[in-house]
């Protein structure tokens, strides 16, 4: 079992930034890669950016440029710095670790960008 929690999110007016973190714990052997994932009211969850253990990164399209994914893995946490903020941004955002033999998820953190 892999436990993942997430802090972060938050507030934030349009062209700002926030920085979310997802510490994982339990069997983090067991896991080849974490990233992020997003679902906005009405609509279907979707990948914002994911990192394997060797560090090869994959990003939406929307996102790409201003957000970036990092992992400490001294720490078993991933980051996603979240830079030029849209309202269209506005979601639950839900940490996501691929494990041996399945993955799991964080208990979501809420980013709102309004003015």
């Known amino acids: 079992q892999v436990q993942l929690v997430e802090s972060g999110g938050g507030l934030v007016q349009p062209g700002g930034s926030l920085r979310l973190s997802c510490a994982a714990s339990?069997?983090?052997?067991?896991?080849?890669?974490m990233g992020w994932y997003r679902q906005a009211p009405g609509k279907q969850r979707e990948l914002v950016a994911t990192m394997t253990n060797g560090g090869f990164t994959v990003y939406a399209g929307s996102v790409k440029g201003r957000f970036t994914i990092s992992r400490n893995n001294a720490k078993n946490t991933v980051y996603l710095q979240m830079n030029g903020l849209k309202p269209e941004d506005k979601a639950v955002y839900y940490c996501?670790?691929?494990?041996?033999?399945?993955?799991?998820w964080g208990q979501g953190t809420q980013v709102t960008v309004s003015s």
């Open positions: 996501r670790a691929v494990a041996s033999p399945t993955g799991y």
């Open positions: 339990g069997s983090i052997f067991s896991i080849y890669a």
